[in-house]
């Protein structure tokens, strides 16, 4: 903290010449990242004793170099970086738990390849000390080559695929298991799933979390997966459903906007919502207020994950392995007019 | 400087060594920051010539250590970072700018003091190439300690006080000067200005336009200034303009929000918009299509913005010198229904 003014402070320096092994042995032992034989584990844990070593973290920093800044990188649309209420609401939480440590979050955009090898370099150069990764997609390289690099990372979504970079999230299959059963609760019966594309982590919990609600009634010809996150293909996977199951009295879509999507193709065939089907999403974003009828939804703690997201980050830059760690976020149903009054018929 | 990266390729050195003069004398007339003699310019171009030097950004950018970062500071609420439609836009335009010119933007928020030394210091200490500064006030001292260190910067506003750093801006005079213009040629007569904190550039400049346009019809009986850019001073003023000039026919606040609370005052006494009283704003924010009815206002192309302060920041990257230069961008009154049906009287 004050190590500018107090010149006699000890460093690992005085601590690795005490133990009579090098500065990066201290570091590695210090920071715990790879391994370090016992004998120099008890050599430098005496000599710290001995002269009085006390790390601090803006000890670090000046002993790293550490530039006290994170980046919070998003692989997203920059529009949407700034209209996406949970996007802003997560940056804004983690700004201020950042800001509180006294670390600088810097908002970067990924808007082109040029810009993701740009950020890429940034953060594999030591430009930051950490690095939160928001994506839509966990199979774009580009986030996974910012992940991978040698900087403290965290991941606001599910694990990335081969990779032990923590990760914080909502409660994907949580969420909808509590929706499947309130509509259940509430006088739905034929209850139908528009999941998001198959082979993507959040689409595969959010399922899981549907058909463990459903237990023994869980029935596959209710269920159609849409080939990405995006309105048309909530639309073409709302034609199948209805194609093949027309009796179906309520929808969960596993996104608001692949919600909005099967609201089109409903309102289209001249089926009327809440009355003849119920419909809902997942995310509390904008498409569910503005829908019509407002979406039922699965409203997600935005400010409280980037909060964890920047705990996260700064737990590993202190020196802590986190590698694997997950940490997942309760999150809770709003009931909107899209699946009607209420009723809890349990 | 370079030698270790460009084996072959000729330097500034290698020109300066030919002119005859000393390599801070070559920096100087390439980076046009300051005088050189003529006799030593004609010398440097006969040199570059001679050993066929090419200055490129990325060699520059390897000889200076460059980081190809530019920062974009915004000195507001973090909330309204991601909410106010004019900074956002602003920021998208700017990282697009920057992005295709391969520099990388990295949005940070001062939330607290300590993020203002904290920015300051980073920004000071070269961790980035440029700064681009959006602030509320331009007294603050955090805003002016950014735009005062060494790397470039340019402000998004009115010029700062006592300083030569760059700026872009709207059009602050002129677009209130069109404003009142249409309004006078729509039937109203009696228009009173409902302005900003009286010493603040922007308020002057606005002020000014309605001056202008009225010319000696101008009535300082009919001008009151809000004394903070917030809500509640725009209520304390449009009660004293009521007070002072109860026969008012519109008003012209210097902001959106100051016509909001324009709005609620003339609500309260009964005075109906735009019936009996024509109220209008600048800025076109989310205030001006949320007010009941929506506001008349002055509307800014904020993206455009955004890719002239790139600009700007780039051309000093790029070693030009641009003390005391001001772009003004132009903008465009958008007429809705607080002002009634609009007639062009003249």
Request: hydrophobic share 40%.
């Amino acid at each position: 903290m004050d190590n500018q003014l107090s010149v006699g402070r000890p460093t690992i320096l005085d601590v690795a010449r005490v133990a009579g092994v090098s500065h990066a042995t201290v570091s590695r032992y210090l920071n715990k990242r790879a391994y370090v034989s016992e004998q120099a584990a008890t050599a430098i844990d005496q000599a710290i004793r001995e002269v009085n070593y006390v790390p601090s973290r803006t000890a670090r920093s000046l002993v790293n170099r550490q530039t006290r800044a994170v980046a919070f990188v998003v692989r997203e649309s920059p529009t949407l970086f700034f209209t996406d209420p949970n996007l802003s609401k997560m940056a804004i939480g983690a700004n201020a738990a950042l800001s509180a440590q006294n670390y600088q979050m810097l908002f970067m955009i990924i808007d082109s390849e040029q810009s993701a090898a740009r950020i890429t370099e940034l953060i594999g150069g030591g430009f930051v000390d950490g690095v939160i990764l928001v994506a839509m997609s966990l199979n774009d390289p580009a986030a996974q080559a910012i992940a991978n690099t040698p900087t403290p990372a965290v991941t606001a979504s599910v694990p990335l695929p081969d990779s032990l970079v923590p990760h914080v999230d909502t409660d994907n299959a949580g969420g909808i298991e509590t929706l499947t059963r309130l509509l259940h609760e509430s006088g739905f019966h034929t209850i139908a799933h528009l999941g998001g594309p198959e082979h993507e982590p959040a689409a595969i919990l959010r399922h899981a979390g549907y058909k463990k609600a459903l237990g023994p009634a869980y029935d596959p010809a209710l269920v159609d997966f849409a080939n990405q996150w995006e309105l048309e293909a909530g639309r073409a996977s709302m034609r199948r459903l209805l194609a093949a199951g027309p009796e179906i009295d309520a929808v969960i879509a596993s996104s608001d906007l692949l919600a909005t999507g099967a609201l089109d193709v409903l309102a289209e065939q001249g089926r009327r919502v809440p009355e003849d089907v119920s419909v809902s999403g997942f995310d509390d974003s904008d498409w569910a207020l503005r829908a019509h009828p407002p979406l039922t939804t699965v409203h997600q703690d935005s400010y409280r994950i980037g909060e964890e997201l920047a705990e996260v980050v700064l737990r590993q830059i202190d020196g802590e392995d986190l590698q694997g760690f997950g940490r997942i976020i309760p999150n809770e149903v709003v009931w909107r007019e899209s699946s009607g009054p209420r009723s809890d018929a349990s």
